[in-house]
T-cell receptor
């Protein structure tokens, strides 16, 4: 089945530690996105990528980094500079980066601070 | 900056009652999408509206896009327990999506 796989499902981070969240898609989609969801809030865009080897900052990129070396993969690193990283992180993809494309979401990674 | 406001934040209804959630944008949108997120799950795309004044139906769900393309609504007729979840709108201003904060629907059997 085609889809988006996020791993791990739960992740714990120690203070001062960088952690990387994995996102893989086999939908052959060009565009990929990372969102952060806090309780009772909507989705806030962290980073997005419309093609391989290119990505753009979203609304809350500070303290995060990404790479897009392969079409299928868009990992997100939560750095120690992100002071409030506890949240639910969702990865999404769309066929192209166009504004009329629906986004397909993974099951998410829940990150907590130890 | 761009904002998409969604109300209400929560709605509790008795099974069989109707439900409506509203989205309002500060600027004109190129299109608006609606997503549903079940408890513990991820958002799932429901529909996209593009034209001014557009109305689309999916069984008991009716979606509307305002004439000015600044607001939208989702109406569920005769709710069922399977409708439980959070409904998000996502407005696109020709460049990026802006998700509303969502309306969490609880349906009491």
């Amino acid at each position: 089945d085609g889809g988006i796989t996020q791993s791990p499902k739960y992740l714990f981070r120690k203070e001062g530690q960088n952690v990387t969240l994995s996102c893989e898609q086999n939908l052959n989609h060009d565009a990929m996105y990372w969102y952060r969801q806090d309780p009772g809030q909507g989705l806030r865009l962290i980073y997005y990528s419309q093609i391989v080897n290119d990505f753009q900052k979203g609304d809350i990129a500070e303290g995060y980094s990404v790479s897009r070396e392969k079409k299928e993969s868009f990992p997100l690193t939560v750095t120690s500079a992100q002071k409030n990283p506890t949240a639910f992180y969702l990865c999404a993809s769309s066929r192209t980066g166009g504004s009329n494309q629906p986004q397909h979401f993974g099951d998410g990674t829940r990150l907590s601070i130890l | 900056g761009q904002q998409v406001m969604q109300i209400p934040q929560y709605q509790h209804v008795q099974e069989g009652e109707d439900f409506t959630t509203y989205c309002n944008s500060s600027t004109t949108l190129s299109n608006i999408q609606w997503y549903k997120q079940r408890p513990g799950g991820h958002p799932v795309f429901l529909i996209q509206l593009v034209k001014s004044g557009e109305v689309k139906k999916q069984k008991r769900l009716t979606f509307q896009f305002g004439e000015a393309k600044k607001n939208s609504s989702l109406h569920i007729t005769a709710t069922q327990t399977t409708d439980v979840g959070t409904y998000f709108c996502a407005g696109n201003d020709f460049n990026k999506f802006y998700f509303g904060s969502g309306t969490k629907l609880n349906v009491k059997p």
